[in-house]
């Protein structure tokens, strides 16, 4: 939904913009509405310059506005999303035609510093895996959450929209759609295999189930509805808080931590990289300035010629 103070010619083309997002990208929903909002703080901001028409919007124009961004204190990372957002919205209207060139094209995103991905140790891990209670269905629903984000690790968007069909435990995989709607299988391990089993007969009584269909979702809430993305961080933070590990670690946290430790035990880099879903192998060799700052800081620590 594009806002009503958007003025009309901004209105149809941002719409048609999200619509194609949706249709031929498979954009997640929190993706889409974060293009949507920095394009309408992008929209807020050209008309208090008095432009009203995507089609007036000039690279100067563009240029000033990230200046805005910087000035008013925005972290690199946040400016580079929010710039990234207009180029690709200006590429659809150059290719629909309703800009005859395209402004945001020469803008270029700030140098940012790439962060190493915070992981968690294996005994965080597991501790962190028996903090939901075994004596609640809550708590056996959450177990099994847990154990999967773990065992395959999948995006916490692709778990929630996993359903019972989606699983075959059998051969310990489980179908996941990933970015681009690219389908995918994760690796679900002995003891996410054993959590899930024990959810599924409690999943019959946790919630009235919504769907009358044969397929229903995996893990759903006390209504019977599909688990939320939201929802599944709430829970995770719960047990976080359970396991002395609050303000650690967020829902990617333990896509992180499977990718690291599999890189650690030795894991081949592409079979991670096709676990993970990731398009690009650059993408996953991240993971290994992680390991190899860990080899780094335990020479470091206990070789004597170190220092």
Not at 90 to 113: C, I, M, T
Not at 224 to 242: D, I, M, P, Q
Request: with cysteine.
């Amino acid at each position: 939904m594009v806002d009503h103070a958007v003025g009309p010619a901004f209105k149809e083309a941002l719409s048609r913009y999200l619509r194609f997002l949706v249709a031929e990208r498979g954009g997640a929903t929190h993706t889409i509405k974060s293009y949507r909002e920095d394009l309408l703080q992008l929209i807020d901001y050209l008309r208090d310059a008095e432009c009203t028409r995507p089609a007036d919007v000039t690279t100067v124009m563009l240029r000033r506005y990230a200046a805005a961004l910087h000035s008013t204190g925005y972290a690199p990372t946040t400016i580079a999303r929010k710039l990234a957002s207009i180029r690709s919205f200006y590429r659809f209207g150059h290719r629909e035609g309703w800009v005859s060139s395209n402004p945001a094209q020469p803008l270029r995103s700030p140098k940012r510093g790439r962060s190493l991905p915070k992981f968690l140790t294996g005994d965080e891990i597991a501790n962190l895996l028996i903090a939901p209670s075994a004596t609640t269905d809550a708590g056996l629903r959450d177990r099994a959450i847990l154990e999967l984000l773990y065992s395959s690790g999948v995006r916490v968007a692709e778990l929630a929209a996993v359903n019972d069909t989606d699983l075959d435990l059998e051969s310990g995989t489980v179908k996941v759609q990933g970015k681009g709607r690219r389908e995918r299988l994760g690796i679900v391990g002995s003891h996410a295999s054993q959590a899930i089993q024990r959810w599924q007969p409690v999943r019959k009584r946790f919630g009235k189930l919504q769907s009358a269909t044969r397929t229903h979702p995996l893990f759903i809430n006390k209504f019977g509805g599909r688990l939320s993305v939201r929802s599944v961080g709430r829970l995770l933070e719960k047990h976080l808080a359970t396991a002395g590990l609050a303000g650690r670690a967020s829902p990617h946290t333990l896509r992180h931590s499977f990718a690291t430790h599999l890189l650690d035990a030795g894991a081949d880099i592409r079979s991670v990289q096709e676990l993970l879903g990731h398009k690009s192998l650059v993408t996953t060799q991240i993971y290994t300035h992680v390991t190899t700052s860990r080899l780094l800081e335990a020479f470091e620590s206990a070789h004597p010629r170190a220092q």
